[in-house]
């Protein structure tokens, strides 16, 4: 298998269009809609591909050489949309939720488009953005309880 | 990356039912054969020759596209989930609208006559136009083929190929929405 080649250096654009696309890949429909019921319409789309679903396998690295495992195979969903305005959106989520793949390209298209992009940025990725990373710090503040340190360990190795 | 159309609307029944065309085609040489209907590709490809390609195309093939289809190389990329293949020599299809030399394609060798290259060639016109005897397996008797935008020494060029046997290159006619196969084992003569 190849290895995977290293990520082109992203430009500011582009940097920021990843983040919208990851914001939208980890958030539930029912969320991403009651947003969206505050914000302007999104512009027609009509789809270019898909949705739909197919296996992407999960690669992992342990061990001390740390080489490349498969750790598993997750189901994927993935959409294509054309705006009416021209832009192309894409979406790739974790899941079967076809509706919600064609919610995340529609979303994608139209924050490509300046005229709307920052209103939805402001109403739509921003607050669905802090929800999720407020989840994080909490699942992180839970595991930090339990955290184990082992001091003894290092200092045998080091001694 | 300029994809402004979409693919097949049913992925799965389309190609499997243009899949079936293409069989049916191909062990009948020369018989004419409904592809692509419903499909809106970019221009320079004709119905057929887009749901031609969308169906035998992957991430697997090496597809060469002609520099006379490049228009709709951003297209079949995506849709085909491939990286065009520049060397036409070495490529498992090729997608043009002129026929180019055949013995400049992969014709497979003695061992492996599977691996020669399928050329994909888009005319005007088939079941009209100058017309050539076909004899050979998938025939019971000689069979009429006509088509419009093949070049006049087709004939000769083809013997060429039907002389390497079992290596050589297959052809698939597409035009509008009809398509049509001429696979290695045919001879053909002016008709």
């Not at chain 1, 919208?20 to 789809?47: F, G, K, N, Q, Y």
């Not at chain 2, 060397?87 to 599977?114: C, Y």
């Amino acid at each position: 298998m190849a290895a995977t080649p290293p990520l082109p250096p992203s430009d500011p654009a582009t940097a920021a269009r990843q983040r919208w696309m990851s914001v939208l890949a980890r958030a539930d429909a029912a969320a991403i809609e009651a947003h969206l019921a505050d914000a302007p319409p999104l512009p027609a789309c009509t789809v270019l591909r898909g949705p739909e679903s197919g296996l992407v396998m999960l690669r992992g690295r342990a061990g001390g050489g740390g080489g490349p495992f498969n750790l598993g195979e997750m189901s994927v969903t993935r959409c294509t949309v054309r705006s009416a305005t021209g832009f192309v959106g894409h979406a790739y989520i974790q899941g079967r939720d076809t509706a919600r793949a064609r919610l995340a390209a529609r979303l994608d298209a139209a924050l490509q488009d300046p005229s709307c992009h920052d209103t939805l940025e402001r109403q739509v990725i921003a607050p669905l953005a802090e929800a999720q990373q407020a989840a994080r710090d909490a699942q992180a503040a839970r595991a930090a309880a339990t955290r184990v340190q082992f001091f003894t360990m290092a200092t045998m190795r080091t001694s | 990356m300029n994809i402004d159309l979409p693919g097949f609307a049913d992925p799965v029944t389309q190609s499997q039912a243009t899949f079936r065309a293409l069989l049916d085609a191909i062990s009948r040489p020369g018989t004419l054969h409904e592809a692509g209907v419903g499909l809106d590709p970019p221009a320079p490809l004709d119905r057929a020759t887009a749901a031609v390609l969308l169906t035998l195309i992957d991430g697997d093939s090496r597809l060469h596209i002609a520099p006379d289809c490049a228009a709709a190389t951003d297209w079949l990329v995506f849709h085909c989930g491939t990286a065009p293949h520049g060397d036409m020599a070495t490529a498992g299809f090729v997608a043009t609208r002129a026929l180019p030399d055949l013995a400049a394609l992969a014709t497979g060798n003695d061992e492996a006559p599977e691996s020669s290259a399928t050329l994909v060639l888009q005319v005007a016109a088939l079941g009209t136009g100058p017309a050539w005897r076909l004899a050979g397996p998938g025939l019971k008797e000689a069979a009429t083929f006509s088509a419009t935008g093949l070049p006049e020494d087709f004939a000769a060029r083809w013997a060429a190929n039907h002389a390497l046997f079992p290596r050589g290159v297959d052809l698939v006619l597409c035009a509008g929405t009809t398509l049509a196969a001429l696979p290695r084992s045919i001879s053909i003569t002016e008709g």
